[in-house]
């Protein structure tokens, strides 16, 4: 953890005093343990019980006064006390410079130099210790029983040494897998990220603090969910970027993660209560941050956050923790709101934003629809473009989207209610909200009727009577994609069309897109890359939309090839483009709507009924059926 850190310092250190560890000379008669660069316990029967030591097959590869030969083995002994609760091993750094330590030494952030003094103190002569340039794993590690904190750090005492700075060990098979009555573990200052896979299969079932803290770990390490009894994970000083929705360890209630390098948190932790993400890239909150009810402390200082905007909800939660790390220092940008939109968040003042994204709704090849609600009062759709598309060319069809919405006065087309952005590319698109979704679901729920009823009926009628309003424009207004997936419903079966994406005025001089809509609902004429076409492409689609109201079905959706075999999409346009195929309503349709829909789909266009005809015919034919809806 950096020195300027905010986060949980009382979990990572240990005190030098109450531990008790020499080393002693020792003349032994085992075998030469797991040689000169293991340290471990095992084979190592000549020295105290629980000593750690190391074993030379020459007592010339031994220096200092510690070294002892007996036979053909030399060895050198580090006892433990076996009355403390807390044993901690040092592996003196060396040599040893990770990449990350060079890149900083270039840097200009530390040298060799800094590490003197009382910040970083010898302390090799009082705990178990190996150079790194002699000892490069650790094996099989046999404890005392009152041990219940086992801490390794690289350096010459277990402090907070700089990211990067390391010592490279491998923690090999058994290491303390077997030590049950270990709670604690602390491997720090050491270039172990690459072995997180293998690390719950080298500790304990029972440990249930793990402290990582500068080890060069990049990657979230989900696989520790595999210890059970695991509640606090502490990673500060390494390098990870991202915590995602599979990177989850629900058992833990305490995730240090500061000073890394994270722009990414969507994981939801559900038994978090303390959440330390200080000085990483974040540039906003994270919004799953706000989805940990358990939350009872988050630190979020030091992060380059470059918005202020906040919903209602979202300011609420966090003035509700009992401690939120945060100053004004932290944001990139000053307040951009009226007073009246101002509100304080821990001493923070912060912009409460006018929208509030719910859940999407709605998806399409270049936008999505959010529910948002609007002044934490009325709910409303917010149409914007998917972030991931190219921009300009999209930007530029939505606004002439939102301009045609603008224009409209119709209760049977959706209502604009406003537009909103901070920047061009974040443009969005306020429309009313239709709470009983789209045509195609209620088509799909299997409590809905085929035959025709009057809720059926009024669908259609409202359908067509906002062709009428859209073709009476001059030049007229041809929508280009009707289908039952662009109209929407309100509970009480209110239907408005939506979706003028595509929608273009014709006139006699202009020609029209080819290929524009969807394809199963598609008139012949489009279908083949005709570019006069004009309202009667309309038409056709709803003579389409008409035989899903009958069916309840998707167009040709029953429809096979000789073959026995449903026909692909490409056969089907293929064979409506040449007038082999259209759809079809059910035997039991009445003779005067079966008459309609075939004269709406009929392929020439312009023998095709105007929106004005059919209008007043579904109104009559309704009229005529009363007595059987």
């Known amino acids: 953890m950096a020195a300027t850190s905010a986060g949980p310092a009382w979990v990572r250190r240990l005190a030098v005093l109450g531990l008790t560890c020499t080393l002693l000379p020792t003349v032994v008669t085992a075998d030469c343990a797991a040689g000169s660069s293991t340290l471990t316990t095992e084979g ?21 006064s510690f070294c002892e030969t007996n036979g053909d083995c030399t060895y050198q002994c580090m006892n433990v006390s076996d009355v403390t609760p807390t044993v901690v091993m040092l592996i003196d750094f060396g040599g040893f410079k990770s990449s990350q330590e060079v890149a900083s030494i270039k840097a200009g952030s530390y040298s060799d130099a800094n590490f003197t003094g009382y910040q970083f103190p010898d302390l090799t002569s009082e705990w178990p210790s190996a150079n790194n340039d002699d000892v490069t794993a650790v094996g099989t590690i046999n404890l005392p029983p009152t041990t219940t904190t086992f801490s390794i750090s690289g350096g010459t005492a277990d402090v907070n040494y700089p990211k990067g700075k390391v010592a490279s ?11 049950t009555q270990v709670t604690k573990v602390m491997l720090s200052s050491l270039a172990i990220g690459g072995q997180l896979a ?61 000073n890394n390098n994270i722009n990414t948190f969507s994981g939801v932790f559900s038994n978090l209560s303390h959440l330390y993400l200080g000085g990483n890239n974040l540039t906003s909150i994270p ?116 301009k045609l919405l603008a224009n409209f006065d119709h209760p049977n087309l959706v209502k604009l209610v406003g537009v909103a952005w901070t920047i061009e590319t974040d443009l969005q698109a306020l429309l009313e909200y239709m709470d009983g979704g789209d045509l195609r679901r209620y088509l799909l729920d299997p409590s809905t009727p085929c035959a025709w009823t009057f809720q059926k009926f009024n669908i259609a009628i409202d359908i067509i009577e906002a062709l009428v309003y859209l073709h009476s424009f001059v030049p007229p207004l041809v929508h280009r994609d009707l289908k039952s997936m662009n109209v929407l419903l309100s509970s009480d079966f209110k239907a408005k069309l939506s979706d003028f994406g595509t929608s273009r005025f014709r006139s006699v001089e202009s020609t029209m897109t080819a290929g524009v ?113």
């Not at 029967?45 to 220096?63: D, F, H, I, P, R």
């Not at 060990?169 to 030590?179: A, K």
């Not at 629809?369 to 060319?393: G, I, M």
């Open 44 to 64: 190592c029967s000549g020295c105290n019980e629980y000593a750690v030591c190391l074993g030379y097959t020459s007592a010339n590869e031994c220096s200092g």
């Open 287 to 402: 919004a799953a941050i706000y989805s940990h009810t358990e939350l009872t402390v988050l630190n979020l200082t030091g992060n380059p956050f470059s918005t202020r905007d906040f919903t209602k909800d979202q300011a609420d939660f966090l003035n509700n923790l009992e401690t939120l790390l945060l100053s004004a220092s932290d944001f990139t940008v000053g307040l951009e709101c009226d007073e009246s939109n101002q509100a304080v968040v821990h001493d923070v003042t912060v912009c409460l934003e006018d929208i509030e994204d719910l859940q999407q709704i709605g998806s399409g090849a270049y936008a999505t629809v959010w529910l948002v609600r609007y002044r934490n009062s009325q709910l409303l759709a917010s149409k914007r473009l998917r972030e991931e598309r190219p921009q300009k060319k999209h930007t530029s069809n939505f606004v002439e989207e939102i």
């Open 517 to 629: 809509g969807t394809g199963r609902w598609l008139a012949p004429e489009v279908i083949r890359g005709d570019t006069d076409y004009g309202t009667s492409a309309d038409i056709y689609s709803f003579g389409v939309l008409l035989t899903e109201l009958d069916t309840n079905q998707i167009p040709y959706s029953n429809t096979r090839g000789s073959n026995g075999k449903k026909l692909s999409d490409m056969t089907i346009l293929h064979r409506v483009a040449t007038g082999k195929l259209h759809p079809e309503v059910r035997i039991t349709c009445g003779p005067a709507l079966r008459n309609l829909v075939q004269r709406c789909l009929v392929e020439d266009p312009a023998q095709r009924p105007a929106a004005t005809v059919i209008a007043y015919e579904l109104r009559v034919i309704q009229k005529d059926m009363a007595a059987s809806l």
């Open 169 to 179: 060990v491998t923690l090999t098979s058994g290491f303390i897998s077997s030590e």
């Open 198 to 258: 293998a690390l719950p299969g080298l500790l304990p079932s029972s440990v249930q603090v793990i402290d990582l803290g500068n080890t060069l770990i990049s990657t979230f390490p989900a696989g520790l969910s595999e210890l059970s009894s695991l509640q606090q994970l502490l990673m500060d000083d390494n390098y990870v970027t991202t915590v995602d929705t599979l990177d989850v360890i629900n058992t833990i209630s305490v995730l240090s993660l500061e």
